[in-house]
């Protein structure tokens, strides 16, 4: 029998200090001095124990700990402390001196645009300032802030890369708490070159650029996700395809990820086999590999977490089952605790959890059900499952406490782009590596690279597209216990499932009809429903009822995927007017897709908004224009005629469309992202904003006009908001005025998609969930 079926004993020794040190590492980072006094003096009463009774096994545990809290305490303090965050407590006008830590990163346009509209040419770059001059004071420091820079300034900044100190002026802003930035600093005019970046960042930043030439004349999606999958390069990526990504489970290959080291270590080590190589030349070869892989996609931590969770992977994978889960685990804690000790704030960081999850499930489960699988499939089949599998089932407890959802094509997904990763992958190192020497050399290695990455595109995007890509599962602590007790189910039965052909078969042909039908919920939507608010995160889809099968869409949300399983849930196949609020990506970020996928009549704005609608005739309205479809009634309220459309964030919310709708006798109030002055102007231009349903405008933001909500008089305030969102909507202050002014509230967040359905009698509200 193999030695294989004869596994040894798991080694959890370095288990504990790594949870100590993960402990460690979030209470020393989390500005809590109490917390902290607290956990040292226990942990040094331990070591006190342990010594006196000579119970050395506690040692490593309490040793973790209190360095891991001291390096937390180290990193935090000049975050949480310092000039640069007493300044963006009184959000100072600044010039400062400092380093730039990555590239210039560009942010996703708000929505869709016609090409004349600039907004989406907003950057972000992580830095740590320097030098800080303010209140005629000129100090050193050394405070990691996130510099944001506008559409308008962008250009000054295309220039920039990593590594380079640069002087600019701005105001600083207060961060989020618990984040691992003293501040954000809106700079303003482009950067003065103080001191170019070191000669090894030169010569990286040549390489990316030589990438991004070898792919210059692919198509559009290759152009996008080459860069991004070899050295984490995103500037091409625009939202749609990030959202496809997400909605697939496949981000984990447009970010350097711990698997694009996998395949290129499992690559080299290969190509050394085939030619000769043994013993320890083997080792050298990979350590080769790991530098060259770190020095092309920098230095940042998530590039040093997908360096050491590639190489434990890679080591469990080829140890064997039995060597794996002792060596895996092993390695996998010794990785963590490093990777803590280097920078603590991935104590707190989500996506360190998952890869440490994932990495844990490829070590404790892969190896083992990929050799159960072997016994029918060829090796290369059994790994495609089995890694994706053990990853999926290890981070879904996580996944769900983070986003309120488990992805049912995540696995269909993976195993549909394995054979397509790995060549992409290393030919996009080969064109890399090329570009700087041989630019026609690396134009003909990056066409495979090129091929591969279509096919991952459009993998992503057929499986973003499924009635069943994603399934709802029940939140809070109840969810995530039975997600635990079904996952532990799980992994008992998977080895016996993937040991036999047919069972492993049927199950995957149930998997798939499931992606493609979607699960079915009886008794949703309930007949004769009037108006429909879609979950689509954190954006707005409101739905009106004007004919079986028809609708009037208000606005798309920012979700390709949401939308369209909301619409077919719905039965929507057919949209004769589909109104835009206002062309931000959280309200019309997949007008793209509806647009696509269903039959849409004409396309409503408000003046001086021209989105791309792609040959769909499109209307603008302005105040006091009034549209029949159907049972639905609009009458447009604001914005004037005449009123200038502003490209400014602020300003264009207050120049959303807003309507009042009536449906079947009920009326719903949709005033898009109105902001208090907004909505102040609004009540003094005498509009008649009275309706039995109001959408709360911008989300539940705190920035609301107690008058204006007031006067609409509603009886049921409707909430589209995305669960955890990192903007706080809604606002505890909006709650409590909407319940002081006997709102009835009802959240998608909480419910999930939302009905109305209204009688004679009364209305009723029914959430999906």
């Not at 500037?235 to 496949?250: K, N, P, T, Y």
């Not at 039965?493 to 492993?504: E, F, K, M, N, T």
């Not at 009123?643 to 009042?660: C, F, H, M, Q, Y």
Request: aromatic share 4%; proline share 6%.
């Amino acid at each position: 029998m193999p030695a294989s079926d004869h596994p040894g004993p798991t080694d959890l020794r370095l288990v504990v200090p790594a949870l100590a040190a993960w402990a460690g590492a979030w209470l020393g980072t989390g500005g809590d001095q109490r917390a902290v006094l607290v956990a040292a003096t226990v942990a040094l009463l331990v070591v006190g124990a342990a010594l006196r009774r000579r119970r050395w096994a506690w040692l490593p545990g309490c040793v973790a700990l209190l360095g891991a809290l001291l390096v937390g305490v180290l990193h935090a303090v000049p975050v949480t402390s310092g000039t640069v965050h007493r300044l963006a407590e009184d959000r100072a006008r600044v010039g400062v001196e400092m380093v730039l830590l990555n590239d210039p990163v560009t942010v996703a346009p708000y929505g869709p645009s016609d090409g004349t509209d600039t907004r989406g040419g907003q950057l972000w770059v992580r830095a740590r300032v320097e030098q800080v001059s303010a209140e005629g004071r000129r100090t050193t420091t050394r405070a990691p802030v996130l510099v944001t820079v506008s559409a308008t300034d962008a250009p000054g900044w295309q220039e920039a890369i990593a590594g380079a100190r640069v002087a600019v002026r701005g105001t600083l802003a207060a961060a989020d708490p618990g984040s691992d930035l003293a501040a954000i600093l809106r700079a303003t005019g482009p950067p003065q070159l103080v001191d170019g970046p070191r000669w090894d960042q030169r010569v990286v930043e040549a390489t990316h650029q030589g990438l991004r030439d070898a792919v210059a004349d692919r198509a559009p999606p290759a152009r996008a996700l080459v860069p991004a999958l070899v050295v984490g390069d995103t500037s091409g990526v625009d939202q749609e395809m990030e959202e496809a990504f997400r909605a697939s489970g496949l981000l984990h290959v447009m970010a350097v990820s711990g698997s694009n080291l996998t395949l290129l270590l499992a690559f080299l080590l290969t190509a050394a086999k085939l030619l000769g190589v043994r013993g320890r030349v083997l080792h050298a070869v990979t350590a080769s590999g790991v530098i060259v892989f770190v020095a092309l996609c920098s230095t940042e931590p998530s590039v040093l977490r997908a360096t050491a969770m590639g190489v434990v992977g890679l080591t469990a994978l080829m140890a064997g089952a039995s060597d794996g889960r002792r060596k895996g685990l092993r390695s996998l804690a010794v990785a963590v605790i490093v990777l803590l000790m280097l920078d603590p704030w991935l104590a707190r960081s989500a996506g360190f959890v998952l890869s440490t999850s994932a990495t844990a499930g490829i070590v404790l489960w892969a190896t083992r059900w990929s050799e159960a699988m072997g016994r029918w499939a060829p090796r290369w089949l059994a790994e495609a499952v089995t890694v994706p599998l053990a990853a999926q089932l290890a981070t879904g407890p996580v996944a769900v406490v983070l986003s309120g959802d488990i992805s049912a094509v995540g696995l269909l997904a993976n195993m549909a782009v394995g054979p397509l990763v790995g060549p992409a992958t290393v030919c996009g190192f080969a064109a890399a590596g090329l570009g700087t020497l041989w630019p026609l050399g690396a134009e003909l290695v990056a066409f495979p690279a090129a091929l591969a990455a279509r096919g991952i595109v459009a993998v992503a995007e057929v499986s973003a597209a499924a009635p069943g890509a994603t399934l709802w599962w029940p939140p809070g602590t109840a969810g995530v216990v039975l997600l635990v007790a079904a996952t532990a189910a799980g992994v008992i039965a998977v080895p016996a499932v993937l040991a036999r052909r047919w069972l492993s078969v049927a199950l995957g042909l149930v998997l798939l009809a499931l992606v493609l039908r979607g699960p079915a919920q009886p008794g949703w939507p309930p007949r004769d429903w009037d108006l429909a608010v879609c979950d689509v995160g954190q954006g707005n889809v409101i739905v009106l009822a004007a004919a079986p099968g028809q609708a009037v869409l208000v606005d798309t949300g920012g979700d390709p995927a949401a939308v369209l399983r909301c619409l077919r849930g719905l039965g929507i196949h057919r949209i004769p007017l589909l109104v835009l609020s206002h062309l931000h990506a959280d309200h019309a970020g997949a007008l793209g897709d509806v647009l696509q996928r269903l039959p849409v009549d004409a396309v409503l704005t408000a003046p001086g908004h021209r989105p791309d609608t792609d040959g769909v005739p499109q209307l603008t309205s302005a105040e006091g224009d009034v549209i029949r479809v159907g049972a639905v009634t609009w009458q447009t309220l604001a914005p004037r005629p005449g009123a200038p459309a502003s490209k400014d964030t602020a300003d264009e919310n207050d120049g959303s469309l807003v309507g009042r709708a009536t449906v079947d006798g009920a009326t719903v109030l949709l005033p898009g992202d109105l902001q208090a002055e907004g909505q102040d102007r609004l009540l003094r231009s005498g509009a008649d904003v009275a309706a039995t349903f109001l959408v709360v405008p911008h989300h539940g933001s705190r920035d609301q006009s107690e008058a204006f909500l007031r006067a609409t008089g509603a009886r049921m305030a409707l909430v589209s908001v995305g669960r955890d969102n990192t903007y706080g909507h809604p606002h505890r202050q909006t709650l409590q005025t909407l319940t002081g002014l006997g709102m009835a509230i009802v959240r998608t967040d909480e419910r999930g998609d939302l009905v109305v359905s209204c009688t004679e009698q009364r209305c009723r509200t029914t959430g999906a969930h």
